[in-house]
């Protein structure tokens, strides 16, 4: 018998504002498998943010079910962790006090903590060390280059050995050699501790870069159009994006891209 | 690659200043370099005396002033005329100006404390903040020299109205600006928290209080020194001691180089403590203040 996905969105809805606000998902249905790593890509404002904040419980769907490990989604998950575009560390903690962040609030680690710190710190340590960032924990954040920024966050948002990793845009602020960098280290990051993984991202690259299967979500109201997996072997390098798979199947995603944008178009258009 | 290349570049940094061996620097580079950080020290020395310059020819161009238009006493005492007033008025000077800043310091602590209290709630509830904030704003534009006769009606005359304005006068702006401190932390930030199960005070805990600090200090600034002219302005009204009450007595009879001893004193005081609170925050929320010259790594 196959294994129950570690993600259930079925057919939800999502209003913002109750009647008179925007309608941002219709009739929004997918899962994710456990380890996996999706994903959601889709012309701007499609709905892709609120699909991540309905999976971690932050807001509740309007109608629909989001069934995480199994449990319908009622309140905020205690099991995920989360990187957005904006780094968001806090500047008046160390780059190891913004890691250790997690630990504080998560149990049954915040209980431990004032008698394990030193195994905790431990931890951050060698986190840090596997994004690059060894020698740089005393530091912070603001004495630090925006790539490395986002590797602090990525440490944050994996320290507590979340089951749900979610990432909205998390590379979108930096340039291309920085961004391309933090693929392959968080493809690493997913190597070593297989969360799952739900990435928003609108850089069809990336998604075909870090992705086992992609979801292309219609402009808004949202729905997931199409999905498209990625056959490439682990781990994946900067050459394979030169292959014609890659390409095409960037190519390709772009075509339903497009084509959502233009319906969106059409629809303004009546 | 990129990596190794942010890491030397940021380490670095911090050894800007020394020259490095592996830097290939000529002799009349070191000088004109020695040069350009010398004219820096130059600089920054100036800005420091330059205040205490600027206060001391004031002093000197208005005792000037006095001498060469013959100006009589009783319209504007000269500063060396107000310094004899202050040596021969010394005791009393000392005494009321210890009450002002007695009574200054009791309303300025309360203020704070029902400044933060507030501003925390208000800040972290849109709810409260909506029904609050018009209150709030109503009674801010109460001027509060209004104010004093009721409280003499309700406290008599004495220490307690000087107290309670200085308090009013001051709690208004700690708890809006803790309040702004509270309610603008970044949504993405409060996610991240919640989405690890943090509950709404352990947010406020770890991220609304230690972000609101930065405000917080900037509104000491302000509430300390209206706190004296709360406290001032009810001693003028409404005191028996106090350099406020003081102020009054000597105007009444005249001494109007003693009025100004007690403004050149007022000013002292709300100096000095406008110094401490900046010297505070400097010490606690120096992760807010950072110059340019502390980043490193500028991607």
Known sequence: ?270 | MHTEAAATFAGNIPGGQSARTDDPMQDEDFARDAAIVAAAVRRKRLMRVLPWLVIAGMVVLWEIVVRVFDIPEFVLPAPSVVAQSISKWWNPIIMNAGQTLKTTLVGFLMANLLGLTLGVIVGSSTLVYHGLYPLLIAFNSIPKVAVVPILVIWFGIGTAPAIITAFLISFFPITVNVAAGIATVEPELRDVLRALGAHPLKIVRKVGLPRAMPYYFASLKIAITSSFLGSILAETVAGQSGIGHLMIVASSRFEVPLVFAGLVVTAAMSVTMYTIATLIETRTIGWAMRSQGDMAGGV
């Open chain 1, 1 to 270: 018998m196959k294994e129950r996905p570690f993600v259930e969105i079925d057919r939800v809805w999502m209003r913002y504002n109750g009647t008179g606000g925007t309608l941002a998902l219709r009739n929004a249905s997918l899962t994710v498998e456990r380890e996996e790593f999706v994903a959601v890509v889709g012309p701007s404002g499609c709905g892709k943010s609120t699909l991540m904040r309905l999976v971690t419980g932050l807001w509740p769907a309007s109608s629909g079910s989001v069934i995480v490990a199994g449990k319908e989604v009622d309140r905020p998950l205690s099991i995920a962790g989360m990187a957005f575009q904006n780094p968001t560390l806090l500047p008046w903690r160390s780059i190891l006090n913004n890691v250790m962040l997690p630990f504080e609030v998560v149990e049954p680690h915040a209980g431990r903590l004032r008698r394990d710190r030193a195994s905790y710190e431990k931890q951050c340590l060698e986190l840090l060390e596997l994004v690059g960032l060894k020698g740089f924990e005393a530091k912070n954040p603001w004495q630090l280059s925006g790539g490395m920024q986002q590797r602090a966050s990525l440490c944050r948002a994996l320290i507590h050995q979340p089951q749900l990793l979610m990432l909205d845009e998390p590379f979108a602020a930096l340039d291309v050699f920085t961004r391309e960098d933090l693929w392959s280290v968080l493809q690493n990051l997913w190597m070593v501790r297989k969360p799952t993984v739900i990435l928003v991202t609108h850089d069809l690259r990336e998604a075909a870069f870090l992705a086992d299967r992609i979801l292309v979500m219609t402009s808004r109201p949202g729905r997931i159009m199409i999905e498209r997996k990625v056959e490439l072997p682990r781990p994946r390098t900067t050459e394979m994006t030169y292959t014609p798979y890659f390409q095409d199947l960037v190519q390709d995603l772009r075509g339903h891209i497009d084509r959502a944008r233009q319906g969106e178009e059409m629809a303004h258009a009546h």
